[in-house]
C-alpha cells in the first residue's frame, strides 16, 4: 500500500506543497484514515472499498488502501460486488487524473493504465480467493479423512469384540451348562450311589478343565504381542456336529438326532452350523433339561444346510439358570454374516423350534 500510495500520489503532493497546502493536509488526512479505514475490511468489504476508493478520487494518498479493498472484495468472487467496484475505481482513477495538475494527462494513455490496474487488483484477489477455497476444501477433506478412518476404526473394534463375544459366548455356555447341570443333581439327589457321585463330580471336573481350556484359547486372540497367544486349535465344523450331540447325550439329555451332510461343506458355514447346534443344545439344556430334543440337520450343494432343534416347553418350576438372552441373538447374527437366516418360535403344540437355512455355495 506503501508503495502503491507513494507512486500515486509522488508528483502530486510536491505541486500541492508548493500551491496549495490545504489539498496537501486533506491529500494527507485521507490518507491516514483510508490507511486505518482498510482494516475493517473483512468484516464490511464492500462499505470500506467503496469510501476508499472515493477517497482515491481527491487523495493521492488514499491509492494503495483502495487497490488492496479492491483485491479484498474480489477474494469473495462475487462479480454483483466485482463489477460495481471496479467501475467506482475506474470512474475515481479519472477523476483524480483529471484534476491533477502537475502532470499532463494523456487520455489515450491513462485509460489504459487505470484499466489495468483495476483488472489486476481484480485478478490478483480471484486468485487469492481460488487458492483459500482450496485450501479450506483441502483441509475439510483431510478432517473428513481423519474422522471417517477413525469410524472404521471403531467399526472394526466393535465388530470383532462383539465375534470374540459371540465365540466366548458359544464356547462357554456349552461347558458351563454341563456343570451347572450336573452340580444341580449333585444338590437335589440325595438317592446317588458312591459311584454316581463320583462319575458326577469327574463329569463336573472334566467340564469345568475344559472350560477353562477354551477360555485361555478365546482370550489368546486378545493379546497384542506375537509371542503371547498360543496357535487357535482347528475351529469346529460340520464333521463335528454327530460328536457335540453324542457328548450332550453323554451328559444326560434325552437327543434323537438326524445328521445327513453331503462332504464338502465349506468351512465358514460348517463353523456356523456346529455353534448354532451348540448353541441350541445349550439352551434345551438350560430351559428344558428333562425334555426330549429333536436334532436334524442335513444339507447338500444345491438346497444349502437345513436345520432344526425342537423340545417340548418345560412343565413346572422354570430353571434357575440365569438367561443372558444373547444366545439367540448371537445365532442371528451369526446366520445373517453367513449369508442365511434363523427363526425361532414357539409352535401351538408347545414345543420350542429353532430353525436355520444356511447357503451352500460350491
Do not use: C
Not at 52 to 65: E, I, Q, Y
Amino acid at each position: 500500500m506503501l508503495v502503491i500510495s507513494g507512486f500515486g500520489w509522488g508528483e502530486l503532493a510536491g505541486w500541492q506543497w508548493n500551491h496549495d497546502r490545504g489539498w496537501f493536509a486533506l491529500d494527507l488526512g485521507l490518507g491516514v484514515v483510508a490507511f486505518v479505514l482498510v482494516t475493517r475490511r473483512r468484516e464490511h468489504p464492500m462499505t470500506v472499498a467503496v469510501l476508499t476508493n472515493l477517497m482515491g478520487a481527491v487523495s493521492g494518498a488514499s491509492s494503495g488502501p483502495a487497490v488492496l479493498a479492491i483485491v479484498s472484495v474480489a477474494t469473495r468472487r462475487r462479480w454483483r460486488e466485482i463489477i460495481p467496484i471496479s467501475i467506482v475505481s475506474f470512474a475515481t482513477g479519472l477523476v483524480l487524473e483529471g484534476i491533477n495538475p502537475a502532470t499532463e494527462t494523456i487520455w489515450a494513455l491513462t485509460i489504459p493504465i487505470i484499466v489495468a490496474i483495476t483488472a489486476v487488483a481484480v485478478g490478483w484477489g480471484m486468485y487469492i480467493g481460488s487458492r483459500r477455497e482450496l485450501l479450506s476444501t483441502l483441509r475439510w477433506r483431510a478432517e473428513a479423512a481423519e474422522s471417517e478412518q477413525a469410524a472404521r476404526v471403531m467399526q472394526a473394534r466393535t465388530a470383532e469384540r462383539g465375534r470374540i463375544a459371540r465365540e466366548m459366548h458359544d464356547v462357554l455356555a456349552h461347558r458351563i451348562s454341563l456343570v451347572t447341570m450336573h452340580a444341580g443333581a449333585l444338590t437335589y439327589r440325595d438317592d446317588l450311589t458312591p459311584e454316581q457321585m463320583r462319575e458326577t463330580a469327574r463329569i463336573i471336573q472334566d467340564g469345568s478343565h475344559q472350560a477353562l481350556v477354551e477360555l485361555r484359547e478365546v482370550l489368546g486372540v486378545l493379546r497384542e504381542d506375537p509371542g503371547d497367544a498360543d496357535p487357535e486349535r482347528p475351529q469346529p465344523s460340520a464333521a463335528d456336529i454327530p460328536a457335540l450331540v453324542e457328548e450332550a447325550r453323554e451328559s444326560g439329555m434325552n437327543i434323537n438326532s438326524v445328521v445327513a451332510l453331503a462332504d464338502g461343506v465349506p468351512e465358514l458355514i460348517g463353523r456356523a452350523t456346529y455353534r448354532i447346534v451348540q448353541e441350541a443344545l445349550t439352551n434345551a439344556r438350560k430351559h428344558a433339561p428333562d425334555t426330549l430334543v429333536e436334532v436334524r440337520v442335513t444339507g447338500e450343494p444345491q438346497s444349502g444346510i437345513s436345520l432344526s432343534v425342537s423340545n417340548p416347553l418345560r412343565v413346572g418350576a422354570k430353571s434357575t439358570t440365569p438367561d443372558s438372552g444373547l444366545g439367540l441373538l448371537g445365532l442371528t447374527e451369526r446366520a445373517a454374516l453367513a449369508g442365511g437366516r434363523l427363526r425361532h418360535q414357539v409352535t401351538s403344540d408347545h414345543r420350542f423350534v429353532l430353525s436355520a437355512w444356511l447357503p451352500w455355495q460350491a
